[in-house]
């Protein structure tokens, strides 16, 4: 499976913008989805992230102001972000997770750069 990741951008803070992570096959088999980020000069961290029964988990810097959803008909993850701030500048990156048996796959998107200025 491949994920695309697209929906980055350059905005003014306080503004909006829709990550979508498209899968090159069905996305069903994932028991977790999520985003991570990475900022110039810091660790990769999680942003948010859904399970296949549809509870969410998000980073604290995050709560309020984004969503995550998954649509398993369209094979696709969204992150809706709001209110964004400068400090949510970075690459955003999506990830899947599948467990089969004791053996855990992980696949990562390419990367979509988000950029907010103050």
């Known amino acids: 499976v491949q994920l695309q990741a697209s929906g980055g951008g350059s905005v003014q803070a306080g503004g909006s913008l829709r990550l979508s992570c498209a899968a090159s096959?069905?996305?069903?088999?994932?028991?977790?989805m999520g985003w991570y980020r990475q900022a110039p000069g810091k660790q990769r961290e999680l942003v948010a992230d859904?399970?296949?029964?549809?509870?969410?988990n998000y980073a604290d810097s995050v709560k309020g102001r984004f969503t995550i959803s998954r649509d398993n008909a369209k094979n696709t993850v969204y992150l809706q972000m709001n209110s964004l701030k400068p400090e949510d500048t970075a690459v955003y990156y999506c990830?899947?997770?599948?467990?089969?048996?004791?053996?855990?796959?992980?696949?990562w998107g390419q990367g979509t750069q988000v950029t907010v200025s103050s």
């Open positions: 096959g069905s996305i069903f088999s994932f028991q977790v």
């Open positions: 990830n899947a997770v599948k467990w089969v048996a004791t053996i855990k796959y992980d696949y």
């Open positions: 859904i399970r296949s029964g549809g509870s969410t």
